[in-house]
């Protein structure tokens, strides 16, 4: 199973990234409760990559906020953040869920590295709802849009109308504003889409 994510880290330098990242969870027929190890893969070009294979440390962080997935992942941004308990990166500030970490496997032998975190804190506060429709369309647009560059090998845009429809028709203002963010990312690369009415 592969749980979509923000994962926070530091580099040596003190400098905090956030990066989107589906969180593998090891299943078995006795799968522990709470989960208390992960796997990420990471492609050594990664500020994640880097970060975790220097300092060993970082913070699972569950929102249901399809926006931060959005700025993250297309723009690079730094959002809000509150210091951890028990590692040094710190955590996205009003996040409901959150597990801190530390790497206790970093196998940079294959590509996308293999990297197992385990759980050292977690925070599960009430509050985290899951995706609704429109939340889980801006989640596959934005996937779909860090892959710009391999066009037109991927057909990124084909599935463009009904993710549009889908956020149209099942989205709130923040899902529709979250969705027009990822177009006009396209957009500004000469990749034609269209988004969404806001109001």
Known sequence: MILEAIVSSLSPEGNVNFAPM????LESDHKPEPVNSFVLRLFSNSQTYENLRSTGQGVINFTQDVAVFVETALYSKC???VPSQRVCPPSLADVQTLWEFKVIRFDDSIEPAFVEGQVEHRVERAGYGGFCRAQSAVLEA???ATRWQWL???NITDPWPMWSDIVRKTGGKRERQAFNRVSLF????GIQVAGVPES
Do not use: D, N, S
Request: aromatic share 6%.
């Open 142 to 144: 934005t996937i779909a």
């Open 152 to 154: 037109p090998k991927l």
């Open 79 to 81: 959002l809000p953040y």
């Open 186 to 189: 396209l957009m500004e690369r």
């Open 22 to 25: 589906g969180v593998h969870i």
